[in-house]
Antibody
Framework: QVQLVQSGAEVKKPGASVKVSCKTS????????IAWVRQAPGQGLEWMGW????????DHAQKFQGRLTMTTDTATNTAYMELRSLISDDTAVYYC??????????WGRGTLVTVSS | ENVLTQSPGTLSLSPGERATLSCRAS???????LAWYQQKPGQAPILLIY???TRATGIPGRFSGSGSGTDFTLTISSLEPEDFAVYYC?????????FGQGTKVEIK
């Protein structure tokens, strides 16, 4: 069964960092990439970036430059997204999603990250 | 970046009616690299259409996509109760990938 299982909800203070995991199973990890998309409360979807499952190259939206790190662990078929210097506007549900050719064909259930003092 | 504008913002229809959703891009999308997703409250999005017109695995035939260049359309031929949701388009032609702001299809 193909699935992406994300880590649990997090509460962070402003200025802190958060690392969300996305454990994959049921498919060949290196044949696909993982994208990260977030959704603020009551808002639409925002693409953050992606990482290749094969050689680990990445791309990300300019607004996250310097704050976002995406990595993979091929031994456990897990992808990670770390966002640093959190502010209240980073409060959102963070989704990982599998992609092969750019469209996102399988999504995790999401991880709620709350940034609050 | 390629800005996607969806219209209308909200579509109020009854079950059995036809829904037509629009997605307009600020720049040409090559190779029809456009996808549509459905999202219900509290759930992750699911892929409906990719390549502008190819239905994803398991998606019913009442969903269809069309268009090219800068103008794309998602059509639901006859709305079922489970189709009332928010729909997003996404381009994956150029970086940064972008989503439209969504169209909510609600029960009239």
């Amino acid at each position: 069964q193909v699935q992406l299982v994300q880590s649990g909800a997090e509460v962070k203070k402003p200025g802190a960092s958060v690392k969300v995991s996305c454990k994959t199973s049921g498919y060949t990890f290196s044949s696909y990439g993982i994208a990260w998309v977030r959704q603020a409360p009551g808002q639409g979807l925002e693409w953050m970036g992606w990482i290749s499952g094969y050689i680990g190259n990445t791309d990300h939206a300019q607004k996250f430059q310097g704050r976002l790190t995406m990595t993979t662990d091929t031994a456990t078929n897990t992808a990670y997204m770390e966002l640093r210097s959190l502010i209240s506007d980073d409060t959102a549900v963070y989704y990982c999603a599998r992609f092969g050719s750019g469209y996102l064909d399988l999504w995790g259930r999401g991880t709620l990250v709350t940034v609050s003092s | 970046e390629n800005v996607l504008t969806q219209s209308p913002g909200t579509l109020s229809l009854s079950p059995g009616e036809r829904a037509t959703l629009s997605c307009r891009a600020s720049q040409n999308i090559r190779h029809s690299h456009l996808a549509w997703y459905q999202q219900k409250p509290g759930q992750a999005p699911i892929l409906l259409i990719y390549g502008a017109s190819t239905r994803a695995t398991g998606i019913p035939g009442r969903f269809s996509g069309s268009g090219s260049g800068t103008d794309f359309t998602l059509t639901i031929s006859s709305l079922e109760p489970e189709d009332f949701a928010v729909y997003y388009c996404q381009q994956y032609d150029t970086s940064p990938w972008t989503f439209g702001q969504g169209t909510k299809v609600e029960i009239k």
